[in-house]
């Protein structure tokens, strides 16, 4: 005899609810899956598919190729040079980028950047989670806004008085107790200095001392807790690799940023030491405001600025979570990028001892340190020798961006397709990844002549000296190094300005050469930012043999 037992009403209930769950993950995995299979449909119907390299991972594309390779630039141009001015590649987890090579098209992008082309949501992510949310992480209305309300401290008039405060830092390298010194201490005459925490120093405490009123002084020896922390990101190699791994990753799924993990924490508190720095320097100069400093200068400041752009009644009103993005901003600009440059600089000289020479020469003739207006228009070399420095090594190699809307896109020559087929215009669809690998458009020899890899200062003296497709390109002074654009970096005449000024003195006061020879090989190591370094060392420093010069 079959015995049937029946179901507790409760264990039925159970079995009920648990079935009814499952049918709702099912549910909202098979939309999930619809929509990206619609999406995928829609952006094939949409996007022109052009040739591009063969995937070599399955999981990264040629996405991990690129970021491990010592020169990828030079990777984007080779595939320029195979597949046309405009090619797609095959990136993380399946899916597609685009890259741009093509002047026209490039002008093109920049013009509707921070609109039709945004940050990639993983950008968001990292920038809000280290910088927040400034100029940098803001898009559309709120870019134009912040933009807005920051560049009157960036106009001629408020650089030509910042001036002298490159100068003062610099000499203050050179005089107390610095290089000097160190060449005295040693027995020949000359003596091995770590220039890239020097040019660190300059920068940082140029930018506390014009920016904010406030000295570092790092170059008394004092440390701050967010230099700590930037210089931090690039003594580990071995944990940048493996962070590089897993930003890839996340280029697909930006959630896994929220993985707790060293690098995370590292960000974390990079963002809290940069935020706490700001905050008290904001309440130091609104109390001092009042008392020391009238209206009329306060907005000449950088700090005075912001704070008069934090009232209700400001035109440009900015949130104080704002102000203090804008102030992380700076900060992280004075220290990396413009420190970066004049190493590059340093190195450079340092190879090509005659181009060392010539410089130094047009700055000894020339005679007294010359003011802002004459670094700009009296000094034809050392113009020339700082935007070769820019053109061959900009601070951001490339970067990728969002489509926010479907777009066509010009080519100023014909590309083929998947097809086969020849087009002089490319059709966009929304939600494509677009990449401007700025660094290999500055190197490329097809726009920039057969000599475009060279060191070759020269090049900007003669108009005969940039080609006629470099002319093609729109950013200043044909160079992508400074973007183009709504997103033109703000601080650019900032950065050129305290470029040359600290240049110019380190080189008429001292004669720099590889401490290990001219043909020292120097290699692109990850901080924060790529940062030059000598083959072979630990960490991220770059040491030169340094003599006065007599």
């Avoid at 002074?477 to 650019?492: A, I, N, S, V």
């Amino acid at each position: 005899m079959k015995v049937i037992c029946a179901s507790s009403p409760l264990s039925l209930w159970t079995t009920v609810r648990s079935v009814g769950a499952f049918n709702v993950a099912c549910s909202f995995v098979a939309l999930w899956a619809l929509v990206k299979v619609t999406r995928a449909l829609r952006w094939r119907l949409k996007t022109t598919q052009l040739r591009g390299p063969p995937r070599t991972s399955f999981i990264y594309g040629v996405s991990h190729d690129v970021a491990s390779s010592k020169d990828s630039s030079g990777m984007y141009e080779r595939w320029a040079m195979e597949y046309g001015v405009a090619y797609m590649i095959p990136s993380v987890l399946g899916q597609t980028r685009i890259v741009l090579c093509d002047p026209r098209a490039i002008a093109h992008f920049y013009a509707r950047e921070t609109w039709t082309y945004v940050r990639t949501p993983l950008e968001v992510t990292l920038l809000e989670a280290s910088i927040g949310r400034g100029l940098l992480w803001s898009q559309g209305e709120a870019h134009k806004r912040q933009r807005k309300a920051l560049t009157p401290v960036f106009s001629n008039a408020a650089i030509r008085k910042l001036t002298s405060v490159f100068y003062d830092s610099v000499y203050k390298a050179r005089a107390k107790g610095a290089w000097d010194t160190i060449i005295e201490l040693s027995s020949d005459g000359d003596a091995v200095i770590e220039v890239q925490n020097w040019m660190n120093h300059i920068s940082l405490d140029s930018i506390g001392i014009a920016g904010f009123s406030y000295d570092f002084g790092s170059l008394d020896g004092k440390q701050a807790s967010v230099t700590e922390m930037f210089d931090t990101f690039g003594n580990d190699q071995k944990a940048s690799a493996l962070n590089q791994v897993v930003l890839l990753l996340a280029s697909a799924f930006p959630i896994i940023t929220k993985i707790p993990s060293k690098h995370k924490n590292l960000v974390k508190k990079l963002g809290v030491a940069m935020g706490e720095l700001s905050n008290d320097l904001l309440i130091r100069s609104r109390r001092e405001k009042d008392v020391n400093v009238s209206e009329r200068d306060e907005e000449k400041s950088i700090i005075g600025l912001l704070i008069k752009s934090e009232g209700q009644d400001a035109e440009l009103h900015m949130s104080k979570e704002e102000v203090v993005a804008q102030m992380k901003v700076l900060l992280f600009a004075g220290y990396e990028t413009t420190s970066n440059d004049l190493t590059w600089a340093l190195i450079e000289i340092s190879r090509h001892p005659d181009v060392q020479t010539r410089l130094r020469e047009e700055l000894l003739v020339f005679g007294a340190d010359p003011t802002y207006d004459q670094l700009k228009a009296n000094l034809p070399y050392l113009d020339a020798v700082v935007h070769e420095i820019l053109r061959l090594h900009p601070p951001l190699g490339e970067f990728t961006r969002l489509a926010a809307a479907d777009d066509v896109i010009p080519l100023s020559e014909p590309v083929r397709t998947e097809s086969g087929e020849a087009t002089d215009n490319i059709c966009i669809a929304k939600g494509t990844l677009i990449t401007i690998p700025g660094a290999a458009i500055n190197r490329s020899s097809a726009i920039w002549g057969p000599d475009a890899k060279e060191f070759k200062p020269d090049r900007w003296l003669t108009e005969d000296g940039i080609s006629g497709k470099a002319k093609e390109v729109q950013g200043h002074r044909h160079l992508l190094t400074f973007f183009d654009g709504p997103r033109t970096c703000l601080g650019k005449d900032f950065a050129i300005t305290e470029f040359k000024t600290v240049l110019s003195v380190l080189v008429k006061n001292f004669v720099l050469e590889m401490r290990d020879g001219p043909d020292t090989p120097v290699e692109v190591a990850m901080g924060l930012l790529p940062r030059p370094r000598v083959v072979g060392e630990d960490g991220i420093g770059v040491s030169l043999r340094v003599r006065r010069y007599e």
